[in-house]
């Protein structure tokens, strides 16, 4: 019996060929799910129709029994590894890997228009969008993780339901689609996150340009036989890229080995260990010689300067510098901890001396921390009180006014911890209305603080990059 999909969107991404036929594609999920994208990317210059399945053995399906030429399926996500099903599904149905294409992740918190993210109580996602985003989740206990067999078809029931307590974690593409309201952007731990998709189709193809090739393996159940498979390609100078091993059915603890290596099925040496994998193994097949596209994939170039963090105190400045600093996988400091660290002293005990005291201090910390590279800095709310301060943070630094107002401060942030607001409202305003000129002066770029407070994180690592490519 035909295996039914789950919908058909019939999506052309070109213009009618002579004899009027298209290129039928498929991919798991719904319009605007990353498979969704991988297809579209990938097949961009061709003359195609997009299909959606329910499920991987769906399109699998579908592409072994010629109802579509090719299907995109998700092969190995860059934080979490890889989604072995599909390896399997390839094996069983006879069907062979004919390109790939990788996909940047970046995961939001997504729910019904006037929600709220502290009332969020449920949340849906496939548990690899989940595990993309554990330390996220450690700060809201109150929500329940809750498991859905695709990140687009999670967001697609949360806007079904129309209820504020829920919420799904899918891309910005659902939330368009979808009508729901982004509560936090770029929430997976690892902002260089890919999924790789395999491109698979019933017969295998050949190119000069293929460089890259994904073999499958049984071996002699004996000690030693990875070791020697293993070195057929080591010895050959050809460099294996991955492996990933699935139990055999039927045959308690022996595997299947899919292993992934670098050269084309016509290169001498390639042909040489291929053989020498043959003679050596039970089972042997070529899934597929293709071009890779994991080394074009975008690259996150390394940070050259320091993110330097100024605005009013209470503004979210070390919060805000913490987190960026992890996304972004750099050292974080606060200047009045280096000042506590450097004085042995606290900040309030500083001030009690003077006020004067504690800026001479804050200043030798500057001069320490801008001598670094590539970290982030939460500075003080009055740094911008002495020139030289802020000369020595620009040398080496992007300097970002986090800007928020007084009223909003106070509803915060608790005045009586921190010296110069203890006065309370009035004071915070005062402070505000003396200092806004040297912000918005010394700042290289204004951000508006947003809430949720980390909604701030995509302005600052968008002007950053836009500033590194420069």
């Keep these: 019996m035909e295996k039914k999909k ?18 039928q594609v498929g991919y798991q999920g719904v319009e605007g799910a990353y498979g969704h994208i991988a297809a579209e990317t990938y097949f961009a210059e061709k003359d195609v129709t997009i299909q959606n399945f329910l499920s991987f053995e769906d399109v699998v399906n579908a592409v072994a029994e010629e109802k579509i030429k090719y299907g ?24 062979y890997i004919v390109g790939e294409q990788c996909i940047k992740v970046e995961h939001c918190l997504l729910a019904c228009p006037g929600s709220r993210i502290e009332d969020i109580t449920e949340v849906y996602s496939h548990p690899q969008g989940f595990a993309q985003c554990r330390p996220f989740f450690r700060q809201y206990p109150q929500m329940q993780l809750l498991n859905y067999y695709n990140t ?23 939330a368009r689609r979808y009508g729901l ?55 050959n100078n050809i460099n294996m890229l991955n492996i990933e091993s699935r139990p055999i059915a039927g045959r308690p603890w022996e595997y299947f080995f899919h292993i992934d290596v670098s050269g084309n099925l016509a290169d001498t040496n390639v042909k040489k260990a291929m053989l020498e994998v043959k003679k050596d193994v039970v089972y042997r097949k070529i899934l597929g010689n293709y071009v890779s ?23 979210g400045k070390t919060s805000i ?30 001030f009690s001396v003077s006020e004067d005291y504690f ?86 770029y204004l951000v508006d603080v947003e809430e949720p407070m980390m909604d701030t994180l995509p302005k600052i690592e968008k002007l950053v990059k836009l500033t590194q490519r420069k």
């Design 359 to 444: 800026r001479i201090q804050e200043t030798e910390a500057v001069k320490v921390l801008a001598q670094k590279q590539g970290v982030v800095i939460a500075c003080g709310g009055g740094v911008i009180l002495r020139d030289l301060n802020m000369n020595l943070l620009h040398k080496n630094g992007m300097v970002f006014f986090l800007n928020r107002s007084p009223e909003d401060i106070v509803k915060d942030v608790d005045t009586s911890t921190r010296p110069l607001l203890a006065a309370g409202k009035e004071k915070v305003k005062e402070l505000y209305a003396s200092r806004i000129r040297k912000y918005a002066r010394y700042g290289d």
């Design 6 to 23: 789950l919908s058909d969107t019939g999506k052309s991404t070109g213009k009618e060929t002579k004899n009027n036929k298209k290129i």
């Design 152 to 174: 687009a078809k999670a967001a697609e029931l949360v806007a079904e339901k129309k209820t504020k307590h829920m919420a799904a974690v899918a891309g910005a593409q659902a």
């Design 181 to 235: 309201e982004i509560l936090a952007k770029g929430i997976n731990a690892n902002t260089s996150n890919y999924t790789r998709f395999f491109v698979i189709a019933k017969n295998p193809k050949t190119s000069i340009k293929a460089n890259k090739i994904t073999v499958v393996v049984a071996l002699k159940h004996e000690p030693g036989s990875l070791y020697r498979m293993l070195g057929c390609f080591a010895n």
């Design 293 to 315: 596209t994991q080394a074009a994939a975008e690259k996150e170039p390394p940070l050259t300067k320091n993110i330097v963090l100024i605005g009013m105190p209470g503004v």
């Design 321 to 350: 510098g913490r987190r960026l600093a992890q996304k972004m996988k750099v050292p974080f400091f606060d200047v009045d901890k280096m000042i506590v660290k450097m004085t042995g002293h606290t900040v309030k005990e500083l």
């Design 72 to 95: 995109v399926l998700p092969i190995e996500n860059s934080s979490t590894g890889g989604i072995t099903e599909v390896y399997d599904l390839i094996r069983r149905y006879n069907c």
